[in-house]
T-cell receptor
Framework: QKEVEQDPGPLSVPEGAIVSLNCTYS??????FMWYRQYSRKGPELLMYTYSSGNKEDGRFTAQVDKSSKYISLFIRDSQPSDSATYLCAMSGRLTGGGNKLTFGTGTQLKVEL | DVKVTQSSRYLVKRTGEKVFLECVQD?????MFWYRQDPGLGLRLIYFSYDVKMKEKGDIPEGYSVSREKKERFSLILESASTNQTSMYLC????????FGPGTRLTVL
């Protein structure tokens, strides 16, 4: 079993829809949670960064972490065609100078249609 | 803005060649990372470094080596390229969140 599971999609939604992207994980030591957006043939771009449980909002994006269920979500409101990309979740158990290795999900491919 | 640059966007090499991939970051980060990304397998960590001249193996270090002579520069070396090293290579830097470069798509023929 992988440490981080993410539905690969593809997920296709109409413009304006609310999108929900999710990851589950098995390692209870994870404390830091990130969402990255990756356009085709580009490097991942950090979207959201959260610590421990709770919600964080940034514009149309909301990240949610439920550590008791080992479940994280990214919500995109009023989705736009420019949101079409692959979304990667990532998580880490520590933040030290000894190397904060991230564990990634395999990514969910999202397409927002006009 | 954090900037992570990689020396090449696309590279084509022959089996057995020695390949150098360079990465430079401008944010004075101590930690730097090399990943490869393959369809269905996601991002896999090859090597990372948390200080100059320090390196640690990631999950798939076989066939690769790294060099970090200066804080801002982290190089990935394929000693003898093989076809199964055809992949997208991504460099990142940061403590906590990681910031990625644009990637190098390497094809080994």
């Amino acid at each position: 079993q992988k440490e981080v599971e993410q539905d690969p999609g593809p997920l296709s939604v109409p413009e304006g829809a609310i999108v929900s992207l999710n990851c589950t994980y098995s390692n209870s030591a994870f404390q830091y949670f990130m969402w990255y957006r990756q356009y085709s043939r580009k490097g991942p771009e950090l979207l959201m960064y959260t610590y421990s449980s709770g919600n964080k909002e940034d514009g149309r994006f909301t990240a949610q972490v439920d550590k008791s269920s080992k479940y994280i979500s990214l919500f995109i409101r009023d989705s736009q065609p420019s949101d079409s990309a692959t979304y990667l979740c990532a998580m880490s158990g520590r933040l030290t100078g000894g190397g904060n290795k991230l564990t990634f999900g395999t990514g969910t491919q999202l397409k927002v249609e006009l | 803005d954090v900037k992570v640059t990689q020396s090449s966007r696309y590279l084509v090499k022959r089996t057995g060649e020695k390949v150098f991939l360079e990465c430079v970051q401008d944010m004075d980060h101590e930690n730097m990372f090399w990943y490869r990304q393959d369809p269905g397998l996601g991002l896999r960590l090859i090597y990372f470094s948390y200080d100059v001249k320090m390196k640690e193996k990631g999950d798939i270090p076989e066939g690769y080596s790294v060099s970090r002579e200066k804080k801002e520069r982290f190089s990935l070396i394929l000693e003898s390229a093989s076809t199964n090293q055809t992949s997208m290579y991504l460099c990142a830097s940061g403590v906590g969140e990681q910031f990625f470069g644009p990637g190098t798509r390497l094809t080994v023929l």
